[in-house]
C-alpha cells in the first residue's frame, strides 16, 4: 500500500525550531520529487517547499527562504523539512506531497503530485 506520513509537528513557541518528517512505505522515495504544502485555518492551502529526486533542485516559498531545509535520508525513505525561526504565522498543518521527477514545474501545485501524506499540525504560539 502506498503511503506519505507526516511526523514532527506540535507546539512551539516563536523564534523554536521544528524538523517535520515525511515517510513513505509502498514506494521508493529517491525516485520522486517531494513537495511541502501548508494551510493555515480559513485560508488556501499553499506550497511551502520543494525539493527534486536528485536533490539538485530546490524551491522555498519566500516566506520560508533562508528558516526552511529539505533534506532527505534514502536510507529511511524519508524526506525532512527543518524550520528555525518560526513565526506564529507559520502555524498551519503541514503536509507532504511526492511525484516523479519533471523538473520544478508547478511544484507549489497541489494537483501536481502522485501522492499526499494526511498532515501534521504545527502551532507556533507563546
Known amino acids: 500500500q502506498v503511503q506519505l506520513v507526516e511526523s514532527g509537528g506540535g507546539l512551539v513557541q516563536p523564534g523554536g525550531s521544528l524538523r517535520l518528517s515525511c515517510a513513505a512505505s509502498?514506494?521508493?522515495?529517491?525516485?520522486?520529487?517531494i513537495g511541502w504544502f501548508r494551510q493555515a485555518p480559513g485560508k488556501a492551502r499553499e506550497g511551502v517547499s520543494y525539493?527534486?529526486?536528485?536533490?539538485?533542485?530546490?524551491y522555498y516559498a519566500d516566506y520560508g527562504k533562508g528558516r526552511f531545509t529539505n533534506s532527505r535520508a534514502n536510507a529511511k525513505n524519508t524526506v525532512y523539512l527543518r524550520m528555525n525561526s518560526l513565526k506564529p504565522e507559520d502555524t498551519a498543518v503541514y503536509y507532504c506531497?511526492?511525484?516523479?521527477?519533471?523538473?520544478?514545474?508547478?511544484?507549489?501545485?497541489?494537483?501536481?503530485?502522485?501522492?499526499w501524506g494526511q498532515g501534521t499540525q504545527v502551532t507556533v504560539s507563546s
Open positions: 509502498g514506494f521508493s522515495l529517491d525516485a520522486y520529487a
Open positions: 506531497a511526492a511525484r516523479q521527477s519533471r523538473g520544478g514545474s508547478s511544484w507549489y501545485t497541489w494537483g501536481a503530485y502522485d501522492y
Open positions: 525539493i527534486s529526486a536528485s536533490d539538485r533542485i530546490t
